[in-house]
């Protein structure tokens, strides 16, 4: 078995066991992203030229790990696979970045995604796509689809990747890795490239349940440059062994009984609620009628009300992408924008601008914020009668490279099962329920705010009966 | 047909900066001073990833402020983005409490045009950030005509309170009244020092007009006033622009024009105003204000300045115009104060701080926290002027040397010569018995009766006052001298 | 109401953003198919719900007026093609 093949628990053990040395698990790693990259094109920038120093005495001692390019890092170029940020270099770490790199974590690389989070296939980059480790044919999910697609095949044992509407959760699911999306809240955004604020969460991919719980150790709490981040949560993390899910309230959620899902889905949700039922756990049922109905329009509503002000800095005079012969400042920042932005996130800009205009904002933006109350209200309220939720990811297998559908709207409409985790703020992780032919088949298990690692424990008991994903070929076999 | 008459409805924009030692929602300094793009920061210059995180002491000031302005306090307020393209604006959105601010509604009194008080509502005083500064390369340093135009970040994101009138202004001269009392409220709260010079208060008016026939112009939003004498001479000319399109039978057309000081006239601006409708700042929690917190800095409020002129005028009968020029500045006012404690008749404490202390502070270019004079020495200069141990014009030396040297009153004293309560009794009688000394053929000729007219006593009375530096009544001197030669 | 291409075009204005003809018609179908999934929101009773702000009570926090220079301020102009001196310079402002 090769290093780069261990999981995370198992490489920290080794390591402090002095079984192998961290430089050994370095080229090990980087002589598999070499072998795979050309397939995959998980990576906007590598950052495994050689060997960095790191801190010796923490968690992640001598642990590769890769990070989303949304996520600043100090004096490396961060891009967030957008043209407009060009070779921008920025004079701060991510808090996340921050908290990984002083327990020892080594970065091997920036991974790709849609420019500015925006899209779910990660073909959407400035960089060009990244291709499923599992299938090269087929899109590894997005928007963390190079973060996904990175863990799947080897690259590193985990990775960070960013959820606004299931950015992680369904990329993992493709890719067939544990994606976890915290609650919001739960890790500083700060540094965090920002697409829809109030949704975005920054969390883990990796190939175990205990390898989340410890990257999350690392990466939660507070922060006091994020005013998003809330003080004296729980966020204890320890593995445990004997955790059990007797006696807890699983739910499925009644109005997603009649949406048709790929056979192998609805394959996995029968047999996670046998076994699920089998561990003790009571299933139940939930009523989500406004969830159901409304989140994919207020979800998008919000989104790209918040993103096209996210998105209103980029206009060259600072940093990132720019023309230096504009006759005016008008002229400069149209020409910037038009030339730096790809189409997707133009067509969010233009749709977010629209929303807020002052003849529409009351119909369709603060509309969609009420919404956005009933939807959490509902949630809350559904958690008053069931301790999880089950559901799927996506209700269909990863699909081709570059089969595209003309009407945005249905691409938007597979997010259903993802993004009303974030309108809610709740915690949401995709698990591994084995593979249908090489495609792997992903779930997802939500809670209550703050369930975070009740919600990995349940997840630890189902990755017993499941096991964990095997790395990927990533094309080479 | 009767003639028509014109009122003018103009309402007041303020933007004041907050005193603050760092910026709103940053750490850096709010030294606008320091060489250009130095105090910046990733928050400050809206780089990728960089979060807001709201100034404790600058919701304090606000709330100061809003007292001022006789504004209650928001339990709760939220801040907005309030989006713009322009290069002195990084993340393209102002961050603003725009939509729910801090304060509610208050009001600034003011002299109407037959001298009786009106109130000028306030709609509200809101936080939010300042845009950079921009230097254009105009041969005059205006935007108008510059190719290029330089950009320093250093202002960006400090801290301003916007406060908005009602439209309850009617003349240019109430404006100016409104925005002097309201400057002199809000540096009183503390909440500012509002240096005019600094550009720490900047104005805009909507100015509209009501015709007596029943018409009502629309609104124009003038802009770019810096200073007392620019929002008073822009207000007027809008008010005669206007009152000229409406006479013609014209239409006064909605926009924002520009105030160009130099020409002294308003002119349409020509960039489109995009409004566009504000949305949450979905990185900052709506910010929460308790009672108590209200109360605790609601207790730090000083007395304001009018209440303070009305208590001089009630209390120590000073009059009207010294208690409103004494306080005019809080900090003189205090001084003031400090002397009247320290035991100084007010009125006559009042009378050396308007003339003098403020003379020497015009003369140096000094403020009051700069003049070294401890108020209780001052008033000790005024107790032995009032008690004459010194004559007016020797407490005004005194006065002086005290400024010049930075000394205390006996160290004046003794270095001006001078003896208090003036010279008289056996140190009168010894002066003049040397000066008699020093003059045998004088005293000679008097005694022989030669001095029919009295011109050689005039003389030795002189030498006398002379010798005793004028401190010695005359009477006393001749009195002195005849007992001296009999 | 469907947005016609000209009202497109001057929201895309607004956000500066210029459209090739491609790219506008595109948006044009874009929004108004958006708009379209919008009017979902209208079956719904909303006047009496309070807008969302945060998922849980959470209060603004504060920070100590404290200053702490960032320490390299120098970084943050490196990444700009336009710094002049100490000063970012910018193209003519004012519209002709």
């Avoid at chain 1, 890790?187 to 975005?200: A, E, H, T």
Wanted: net charge negative; charged share 25%.
């Amino acid at each position: 078995m090769e290093l780069y093949e261990l999981n995370l628990w198992m490489l920290t053990e080794g390591l402090k066991a002095g079984k192998f040395s961290a430089s050994e698990v370095f080229t090990s790693c980087k002589n598999r992203i070499d072998k795979c990259e050309g397939n995959i094109h998980a990576l906007i920038t590598r950052t495994d030229n050689e060997m960095p120093a790191f801190s010796k005495d923490g968690t992640l001692a001598g642990i590769p790990t890769i990070i989303k390019d949304n996520l600043c890092t100090k004096g490396l170029r961060t891009t967030a696979a957008s043209k407009i940020l060009g070779d921008w270099r920025p004079p701060y770490d991510a808090t996340a970045w921050a908290r990984l790199k002083d327990s020892g974590a080594v970065l091997m690389g920036k991974a790709n995604m849609d420019e500015f989070a925006m899209g779910n296939t990660c073909g959407n980059s400035a960089f060009g796509p990244t291709h499923n480790p599992n299938d090269i044919t087929r899109v590894p999910g997005g928007s963390s689809g190079g973060s996904a697609a990175a863990v799947s095949a080897g690259y590193v044992p985990f990775s960070l990747g960013s959820d606004t509407g299931g950015s992680i959760r369904q990329p993992a699911s493709y890719c067939g890795v544990y994606g976890f999306k915290p609650t919001y809240g739960m890790v500083s955004r700060y540094g965090l490239i920002s697409y829809g604020s109030s949704l975005d969460q920054i969390g883990p991919f990796a190939r175990t349940i205990r390898d989340l719980q410890i990257v999350m150790s690392v990466i939660s709490g507070h922060d006091k440059m994020d005013s998003s981040s809330f003080r004296n949560k729980p966020h204890d993390f320890t593995h445990n062994e004997n955790a059990s899910i007797k006696g807890k309230r699983i739910a499925v959620v009644k109005e997603f009984a009649g949406f048709t899902l790929d056979a192998p889905i609805a394959d996995a949700m029968k047999r996670t609620l046998k076994i699920l039922e089998d561990e003790g756990a009571i299933i139940t049922e939930v009523s989500l009628p406004v969830v159901s109905k409304y989140a994919v329009a207020c979800y998008y509503a919000l989104a790209m009300s918040e993103a096209h002000t996210n998105l209103e800095r980029y206009d060259g005079v600072r940093l990132g992408y720019t023309v230096k012969d504009a006759r005016g400042i008008k002229e400069m920042f149209e020409r910037v924008r038009s030339e730096g932005f790809g189409a997707e996130v133009k067509a969010r800009i233009i749709a977010g601008t629209c929303l807020t205009e002052p003849t529409r904002c009351e119909e369709y933006y603060v509309a969609a914020t009420k919404v956005r109350t009933l939807i959490a209200q509902e949630f809350s309220r559904a958690f008053g009668e069931t301790d999880y939720i089950l559901q799927p990811v996506t209700p269909s297998m990863p699909g081709k490279i570059g089969e595209s559908d003309d009407d945005a709207m249905k691409g938007y409409e597979a997010d259903l099962y993802t993004l009303p985790v974030n309108l809610a703020g709740l915690p949401g992780l995709s698990f591994f329920t084995g593979y249908a032919g090489n495609l792997p088949v992903g779930l997802q298990l939500i809670g209550a705010r703050w369930s975070d690692s009740e919600i990995l424990d349940a997840g630890m008991i189902l990755e017993r009966h499941f096991g964990s994903p095997k790395i990927s070929d990533g094309g080479v076999n | 047909m009767a003639e028509l008459t014109f009122t003018p409805v103009i309402g007041i924009e303020i933007h004041i900066r907050l005193k603050s030692d760092s910026k709103l929602f940053c750490s850096c300094s709010t030294d606008t001073d320091a060489p250009a793009n130095t105090n910046i920061c990733p928050v400050c210059m809206g780089m990728p990833g960089s979060l807001p995180v709201l100034n404790h002491r600058v919701v304090e000031q606000g709330m100061l402020a809003g007292f001022a302005l006789n504004c209650g306090i928001r339990p709760k307020s939220l801040f907005f983005r309030k989006s713009y393209f322009y290069p002195d604006l990084p993340k393209g959105h102002q961050i603003s409490q725009c939509d729910l601010p801090i304060t509610t509604s208050g009001y600034i009194e003011v002299h109407d045009s037959e001298g009786k008080l009106k109130k000028i509502r306030v709609h509200h005083l809101h936080l939010e950030e300042d845009v950079g500064s921009l230097h254009h390369s105009a041969s005059d340093g205006r935007l108008e005509g510059a190719d290029t135009s330089y950009v320093d970040y250093n202002r960006s994101g400090t801290p301003l309170a916007e406060i908005v009138s009602e439209p309850d202004v009617s003349s240019a001269r109430e404006a100016v009244e409104y925005v002097m009392t309201l400057r002199r409220r809000v540096i009183y709260s503390g909440a500012s020092d509002v240096e005019l010079e600094k550009g720490m208060m900047r104005f805009d008016a909507n100015v509209s007009m009501k015709c007596s026939d029943g018409r009502w112009g629309h609104k124009v939003e003038v802009k770019n006033m810096n200073s007392f004498k620019a929002l008073e001479r822009a207000i007027e000319y809008e008010i005669k622009r206007q009152k000229k399109i409406m006479l013609q039978g014209g239409e006064v057309i909605q926009e924002t024009r520009h105030w160009n000081d130099a020409k002294g006239i308003t002119s349409s601006s020509r960039v489109k105003e995009n409004y566009r409708k504000f949305i949450v700042e979905p990185d900052l929690p709506p910010l929460y204000i308790s009672q108590e917190w209200i109360d605790r800095v609601a207790a730090r409020m000083p007395e304001m300045p009018d209440v303070r002129a009305s208590r001089y005028v009630t209390d120590w009968n000073l009059p009207q115009e010294v208690a409103d020029l004494i306080t005019d500045d809080r900090n003189l006012a205090d001084y003031f104060e400090s002397c009247v404690k320290a035991g100084a008749n007010p009125v006559r404490a009042a009378h050396w701080v308007r003339t003098e202390v403020l003379r020497v502070m015009n003369e140096k270019g000094l403020k009051i926290s700069d003049f070294t004079m401890k108020p209780e020495t001052l008033a000790g200069l005024v107790e032995r002027v009032d008690g004459g141990k010194l004559s007016t014009t020797q407490g005004k030396e005194v006065f002086d040397y005290m400024c010049a040297n930075n000394s205390g009153i006996d160290e004046a004293v003794k270095a001006l010569g001078i003896t208090e309560g003036g010279v008289a009794g056996n140190a009168l009688a010894d002066i003049v018995a040397s000066v008699i000394a020093a003059n045998p053929d004088v005293l000679d000729e008097i005694k022989s009766g030669k001095d029919k007219k009295g011109k050689k006593l005039k003389f030795l009375q002189g030498l006398v006052m002379k010798e005793t530096k004028g401190q010695a009544k005359p009477q006393e001197v001749a009195e002195a001298i005849a007992e001296a030669v009999k | 109401m469907k947005l016609t291409s000209e009202e497109v075009n001057e929201i895309a204005l607004e956000s500066r953003l210029l459209l090739t003809e491609e790219e506008l018609a595109g948006a044009v179908r874009y929004i108004n198919r958006f708009l379209d999934a919008l009017q979902c929101f209208k079956e719904l009773d909303l006047k009496d719900v309070e807008p969302f702000s945060f998922a849980e009570a959470i209060e603004c926090p504060l920070r100590e007026d404290k200053v702490i220079p960032f320490p390299d301020t120098e970084a943050i102009l490196h990444e700009s093609e336009h710094v002049d001196g100490s000063y970012f310079k910018v193209p003519r402002i004012m519209e002709e």
